[in-house]
């Protein structure tokens, strides 16, 4: 059986962290299955100039090998609602606070926070990435909740010591910290040697 990871993108500013994770598992020999909630494609026309059809096209040909599936958030019932469909982890990225209040009060309303809660029923590793500036005392309840139960709070926040020259390079670096936190090599960014 494949290695099945899921990525979630909600709507959030940073849609390209998502997308360019999605790059990065498609490298390696996985299943990805990915859902899109309705304000994060809103947010991928403005940040990328990508609808769900360039979406579709930009990853044609995983799509077509069956490595990648893209579910809407009003799929509730793709496999990755059921916790009998066995996942290694999954990932949301970025991670709205609406989303991320979903998750952490088991609302499930959709398909991604579905997704996020039965991986957290199930006891399997859930990283987020909740993107907003500044966050609230709700927000960051939030945060200490999830993290309590081993969820992986990983907000995009940038390390500056590996000298970004771009906004690809800031993007590897962040993409890279969720890779870490799934345990996966990579290359994205150059690590501290002292
Ligand atoms: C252009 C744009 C940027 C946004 N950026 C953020 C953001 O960075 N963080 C956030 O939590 N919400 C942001 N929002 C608001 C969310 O998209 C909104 O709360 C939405 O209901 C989230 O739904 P979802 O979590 O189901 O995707 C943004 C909305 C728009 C239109």
Redesign the pocket.
């Known amino acids: 059986m494949p290695r099945r990871y899921v990525v979630g993108?909600?709507?959030?500013?940073?849609v390209l962290l998502g997308v360019r994770l999605l790059e990065e598992l498609l490298l390696r020999p996985l299943e990805v299955h990915c859902v899109?909630?309705?304000?994060?494609e809103?947010?991928m026309k403005?940040?990328l100039g990508l609808d769900r059809q360039g979406l579709r096209r930009r990853f044609r040909a995983e799509l077509r090998d069956k490595s990648l599936r893209l579910y809407a958030?009003s799929e509730l019932a793709a496999p990755i609602a059921s916790g009998s469909f066995r996942t290694e982890a999954m990932v949301v990225a970025?991670?709205?606070?609406?989303?991320?209040s979903?998750i952490a009060h088991g609302y499930a309303s959709?398909l991604?926070?579905r997704a996020a809660d039965v991986h957290i029923k199930e006891r399997r590793l859930l990283v987020l990435a909740?993107?907003?500036?500044p966050f609230s005392v709700l927000?960051l309840e939030c945060m200490l909740r999830l993290a309590r139960l081993g969820v992986v709070i990983a907000p995009p926040v940038m390390g500056l010591y590996p000298r970004p020259k771009s906004v690809k390079e800031m993007v590897d670096f962040l993409v890279g910290k969720l890779l870490d936190a799934l345990g996966l090599e990579h290359e994205l960014y150059r690590r501290w040697e002292g």
């Open positions: 993108i909600s709507g959030a500013s940073g899109l909630t309705a304000p994060a809103l947010i403005k940040e958030d970025p991670c709205s606070v609406k989303t991320l979903g959709g991604l926070e909740p993107r907003e500036m927000h």
